[in-house]
């Protein structure tokens, strides 16, 4: 009996660990989106995030996927607004409700002083996007290890986006 027991407990373990990892991702990212819409008042699926490091910190982007939509585009800004404000308050419920305690990059984000990370608001077509800076390396790192987790986290509704140099400026793509 224990023999066989040990076998079960074998083979299912070798089932587990050569089970794609996109198995895994897959069930974390239907987890975080059914957790969104607590947090985040627009429609995920109608809308598109872009995660862009910069070597200070990065460039947050929702936008919605149709830039007719109106209530899609009022939603996001609004809430834009909203987590700017709590952010520079130190307060990242937000996200640790939606991924987790554990969401890279989140504790050193929770622990920076304030004035230590500058975010700053702007409207785009068709959405709004958050600026983040900051002069300390480990909060940039962090902002880029939190910036990479959104991406692996939203799945298809998140991309990283991309700068590159136009004449000296920094740009967006």
Same mark, same amino acid.
């Given at each position: &009996?224990?023999?066989?027991?040990?076998?079960?407990?074998?083979?299912?373990?070798?089932?587990?660990?050569?089970? %794609?990892?996109? !198995?895994?991702?897959?069930?974390r990212q239907a987890e975080v989106a059914k957790r969104g819409p607590? @947090? &985040?008042?627009? *429609?995920?699926?109608?809308?598109?995030?872009?995660?862009?490091?910069? %070597?200070?910190?990065?460039?947050?982007?929702?936008?919605?996927?149709?830039?007719?939509?109106?209530?899609?585009?009022?939603?996001?800004?609004?809430?834009?607004?909203?987590?700017?404000?709590?952010?520079?308050?130190?307060?990242?419920?937000? %996200?640790?409700?939606?991924?987790?305690?554990?969401?890279?990059?989140?504790?050193?984000?929770?622990? !920076?002083? %304030?004035?230590?990370?500058?975010?700053?608001?702007?409207? @785009?077509?068709?959405? !709004? +996007?958050?600026?983040?800076?900051?002069?300390?390396?480990?909060?940039?790192?962090?902002?880029?290890?939190?910036? /990479?987790?959104? @991406? *692996?986290?939203?799945?298809? /509704? !998140? &991309?990283?986006?991309?700068?590159?140099? /136009?004449?000296?400026?920094?740009?967006? +793509?």
């Open positions: &009996m224990l023999k066989k027991t040990l076998t079960v407990l074998t083979c299912a373990a070798a089932a587990v660990l050569s089970a %794609p990892a996109g !198995a895994a991702d897959t069930q607590d @947090v &985040m008042p627009f *429609s995920l699926k109608a809308t598109q995030h872009v995660f862009t490091k910069t %070597p200070e910190g990065g460039v947050q982007k929702v936008i919605a996927r149709k830039t007719t939509d109106t209530e899609q585009v009022k939603l996001v800004r609004g809430h834009l607004r909203d987590i700017q404000t709590q952010f520079l308050k130190g307060d990242f419920s937000g %996200p640790t409700h939606i991924h987790g305690t554990e969401m890279p990059g989140l504790a050193d984000l929770k622990a !920076a002083k %304030p004035g230590q990370i500058a975010i700053d608001y702007k409207e @785009v077509a068709g959405g !709004a +996007e958050l600026t983040y800076r900051t002069g300390d390396a480990t909060l940039a790192t962090a902002l880029h290890r939190w910036f /990479d987790a959104q @991406v *692996s986290d939203h799945g298809p /509704d !998140a &991309m990283a986006g991309h700068m590159h140099h /136009d004449h000296g400026a920094m740009t967006k +793509e």
